[in-house]
């Protein structure tokens, strides 16, 4: 690399800096575009607000939730559902694919099962689930473990499948055990596919814990939709939609940066 | 007492399909010191041979001695090479080359100053910190060496580790590599399906018939020039001999 730019380089990165903020203020413009063009078309009543609903109308039942002081212990409701179905998932999902990978024997008799249980619609298990262990947090839980795991199990073991065989050769020249060869190679070269997993998961175990409230019904967010669809509140449907898809997508980002920071340590 | 000796080794594969056998009763002998070169088209068994002499394959009958000991398994006075480098590129270039330390146990201050000890001699010190996908083609076989010279194997087995490379590295690296085998007064046993790399790496050679594996010929390679390199060896007016008597051994057809 050379120490001093050249005027050519340095026109380049400018281009380069230029288009990318270029995409983000389209971005943020392309936001306050829907939400104005929502807002107004409610407001002249070409569209009706008691359906469609509009953000202003959102915005004041988001301070008037706030204010009865219900919204938090709804939102906190549904997050702690979604981190410890989400953790739980994943992993046990990284640990029954490393059982699976140090038997061949389990993952052969397994194989079968894990496929019809991955093609199977996961939620179909819910009101099963609520008989067995009551209608509460533990169900919807267990609802979000059932939607992330089974893929977690399949995606994580083929990954590890897919480990560079030669590598594997060159630790066992050295006389690494199976433990050593899953540690030093299976576990750190699959680090991309647990992460990707990891991230899948995020989405997962929203959809099984709202899922999971849906039938409940007694806290959370998805409690907040159910009932508002009930009774006609669309206010407040489309107002913890929005708060689901800001928290959904904090998570994403927290997983994310988490990758990042472990693959920069490590 | 030879660093290698091969009795009779044979090695038939099971599959569905039925038997395979890849190598027929194969014997030599390698002196502690030795560079020996084996070369025969792809899929004569060399590779199997050599997994055997490292202990990772049982042969089907037949077996090898290291130092007159009988081997039974993996055994730490044997480095392994492979075709391609296999450094793990989520390893820095110092953590790749205490892999074998590790596995063996073998993190101690005095095996470490070795490594630091070797990346200094061979010119790697500087890039310890870095991970392979920075360094060349060269430099990773130099630092794959060092990662089998650090647990401080006799005997160097090296399997196509240069057919990765393209040729003109390639002419580079056979020179780098073999100056540090016989710097470091190691045993070494190169596979290879390379006659000229074959000629100008080893001491001497022998040369495999097809499938099922068998020693056809024993050539041993001698240059009338002091310090052989081998650069200097392609260079040698005997090379030409040498390729030629080894070619029409090897029977290749197109
Ligand atoms: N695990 C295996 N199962 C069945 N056949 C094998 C296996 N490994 C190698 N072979 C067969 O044995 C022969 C020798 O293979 P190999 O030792 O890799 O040859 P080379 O290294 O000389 O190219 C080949 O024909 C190959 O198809
Ligand atoms: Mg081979």
Same mark, same amino acid.
């Given at each position: 690399?050379?120490?001093?730019?050249?005027?050519?380089?340095?026109?380049?990165?400018?281009?380069?800096?230029?288009?990318?903020?270029? $995409?983000?203020?389209?971005?943020?413009?392309?936001?306050?575009?829907?939400?104005?063009?929502?807002?107004?078309?409610?407001?002249?009543?070409?569209?009706?607000?008691?359906?469609?609903?509009?953000?202003?109308?959102?915005?004041?039942?988001?301070?008037?939730?706030? !204010?009865?002081?219900?919204? =938090?212990?709804?939102?906190?409701?549904?997050?702690?559902? /979604?981190?410890?179905?989400?953790?739980?998932? /994943?992993?046990?999902?990284?640990?029954?694919?490393?059982?699976?990978?140090?038997?061949?024997?389990?993952?052969?008799?397994?194989? &079968?099962?894990?496929?019809?249980? !991955?093609?199977?619609?996961?939620?179909?298990?819910?009101?099963?689930? $609520?008989?067995?262990?009551?209608?509460?947090?533990? +169900?919807?839980?267990?609802? +979000?473990?059932?939607?992330?795991?089974?893929? /977690?199990?399949?995606?994580?073991?083929?990954?590890?499948?897919?480990?560079?065989?030669?590598? $594997?050769?060159?630790?066992?020249?050295?006389?690494?055990?199976?433990?050593?060869?899953?540690?030093?190679?299976?576990? &750190?070269?699959?680090?991309?596919?647990?992460? !990707?997993?990891?991230?899948?998961?995020?989405? =997962?175990?929203?959809?099984?814990?709202?899922?999971?409230?849906?039938?409940?019904?007694?806290?959370?967010?998805?409690?907040?939709?159910?009932?508002? *669809?009930?009774?006609?509140?669309?206010?407040?449907?489309?107002?913890?939609?929005?708060?689901?898809?800001?928290?959904?997508?904090?998570?994403?980002?927290?997983? %994310?940066?988490?990758?990042?920071?472990?693959?920069?340590?490590? | 007492? @030879?660093?290698?000796?091969?009795?009779?080794?044979?090695?038939?594969?099971?599959?569905?399909?039925?038997?395979?056998?890849?190598?027929?009763?194969?014997?030599?002998?390698?002196?502690?010191?030795?560079?020996?070169?084996?070369?025969?088209?792809?899929?004569?068994?060399?590779?199997?041979?050599?997994?055997?002499?490292?202990?990772?394959?049982? @042969?089907?009958?037949?077996?090898?001695?290291?130092?007159?000991? #009988?081997?039974?398994?993996?055994?730490?006075?044997?480095?392994?090479?492979?075709?391609?480098?296999?450094?793990?590129?989520?390893?820095?270039?110092?953590?790749?080359?205490?892999? *074998?330390?590790?596995?063996? !146990? %073998?993190?101690? @201050?005095?095996?470490?100053?070795?490594?630091?000890?070797?990346?200094?001699?061979?010119?790697?010190?500087?890039?310890?910190?870095?991970?392979?996908?920075?360094?060349?083609?060269?430099?990773? %076989?130099?630092?794959?060496?060092?990662?089998?010279?650090?647990?401080?194997?006799?005997?160097?087995?090296?399997?196509?580790?240069?057919?990765?490379?393209?040729?003109?590295?390639?002419?580079?690296?056979?020179?780098?590599?073999?100056?540090?085998?016989?710097?470091?007064?190691?045993?070494?046993?190169?596979? /290879?399906?390379?006659?000229?790399?074959?000629?100008?790496?080893?001491?001497?050679?022998?040369?495999?018939? #097809?499938? &099922?594996?068998?020693?056809?010929?024993?050539?041993?390679?001698?240059?009338?020039?002091?310090?052989?390199?081998?650069?200097?060896?392609?260079?040698?007016?005997?090379?030409?001999?040498?390729?030629?008597?080894?070619?029409?051994?090897?029977?290749?057809?197109?």
């Amino acid at each position: 690399m050379y120490k001093q730019e050249s005027e050519e380089q340095k026109k380049y990165l400018q281009k380069l800096k230029a288009r990318k903020r270029l $995409i983000t203020a389209l971005r943020i413009l392309l936001l306050i575009f829907i939400f104005v063009f929502w807002e107004a078309v409610t407001r002249f009543n070409w569209l009706d607000p008691f359906i469609f609903s509009s953000p202003g109308r959102m915005l004041n039942t988001f301070i008037r939730l706030y !204010n009865e002081g219900s919204l =938090m212990t709804h939102i906190f409701t549904t997050l702690w559902e /979604t981190v410890v179905g989400f953790l739980l998932g /994943t992993i046990f999902g990284i640990l029954i694919a490393i059982i699976l990978w140090l038997s061949e024997t389990c993952s052969r008799v397994l194989e &079968p099962y894990l496929v019809v249980a !991955n093609a199977l619609p996961k939620i179909a298990l819910g009101p099963v689930f $609520i008989v067995w262990m009551g209608a509460g947090p533990v +169900a919807i839980i267990t609802v +979000a473990v059932t939607v992330s795991l089974i893929v /977690t199990v399949l995606e994580v073991y083929t990954g590890f499948l897919e480990t560079d065989s030669e590598k $594997i050769r060159l630790v066992q020249s050295f006389g690494a055990n199976r433990k050593q060869v899953l540690t030093k190679v299976v576990l &750190p070269s699959s680090f991309p596919v647990m992460m !990707n997993a990891l991230k899948v998961n995020v989405g =997962m175990s929203w959809v099984g814990v709202i899922v999971g409230e849906f039938l409940v019904s007694k806290a959370g967010l998805g409690y907040l939709i159910v009932y508002g *669809g009930q009774v006609f509140q669309l206010d407040l449907v489309m107002t913890s939609v929005l708060i689901l898809s800001v928290l959904a997508a904090l998570m994403y980002f927290g997983v %994310q940066l988490l990758g990042k920071w472990i693959s920069e340590k490590y | 007492m @030879p660093a290698v000796t091969v009795e009779n080794i044979s090695k038939r594969y099971h599959t569905i399909d039925g038997e395979i056998p890849a190598l027929d009763n194969i014997s030599f002998e390698v002196s502690e010191g030795e560079f020996i070169g084996i070369v025969g088209p792809s899929g004569c068994g060399k590779s199997t041979l050599l997994s055997i002499i490292a202990g990772l394959l049982k @042969p089907s009958s037949g077996q090898v001695s290291i130092f007159g000991e #009988k081997l039974t398994g993996v055994n730490p006075r044997i480095g392994y090479m492979l075709q391609r480098d296999s450094l793990f590129e989520w390893r820095t270039i110092y953590k790749n080359v205490i892999l *074998g330390l590790e596995i063996q !146990n %073998q993190v101690t @201050p005095d095996r470490l100053e070795h490594v630091e000890h070797l990346l200094e001699k061979y010119g790697l010190i500087n890039f310890r910190n870095h991970h392979p996908s920075q360094l060349s083609g060269g430099m990773r %076989q130099r630092a794959a060496l060092i990662r089998t010279l650090a647990v401080n194997p006799d005997i160097l087995l090296l399997d196509e580790a240069f057919s990765a490379l393209d040729y003109q590295t390639r002419l580079a690296v056979n020179d780098d590599i073999y100056k540090i085998i016989k710097k470091e007064g190691k045993t070494a046993i190169m596979v /290879t399906h390379d006659i000229s790399e074959a000629i100008c790496m080893s001491e001497r050679l022998y040369v495999m018939s #097809k499938r &099922p594996g068998t020693i056809k010929m024993s050539v041993e390679i001698k240059f009338n020039q002091e310090n052989r390199t081998p650069l200097s060896s392609r260079e040698a007016p005997e090379f030409r001999q040498y390729f030629n008597k080894v070619w029409k051994e090897l029977d290749v057809h197109v």
